[in-house]
């Protein structure tokens, strides 16, 4: 299957999902599930592991529902 975006230039991207739990278990299921749909993942435990992998990327979107301690907004 595969989901592909042409990013402007000619070259087909798949497209991008970052799953964020701190279930290791949960995180891994969701996590291949989705590659096997042909996502490209990256995973993070906390909100604060998800900031820093969502700069990484340079993502310019997200939308996030995050409780706990170590929730931000930006």
Do not use: P, Y
């Not at 042409?6 to 291949?32: C, F, P, Y």
């Not at 909100?47 to 820093?52: I, T």
């Not at 939308?63 to 931000?72: L, P, V």
């Amino acid at each position: 299957m595969g989901f592909m975006s042409n990013d402007g230039t000619g070259t087909a991207r798949r497209h991008v999902i970052l799953v964020v739990d701190d279930e290791h278990l949960i995180r891994l299921a969701v996590a291949s599930h989705l590659e096997e749909q042909g996502f490209e993942v990256h995973q993070a435990v906390d909100a604060l592991e998800q900031r820093g992998v969502v700069q990484r990327l340079g993502v310019k979107f997200f939308c996030a529902a995050i409780q706990g301690r170590h929730a931000i907004a930006w």
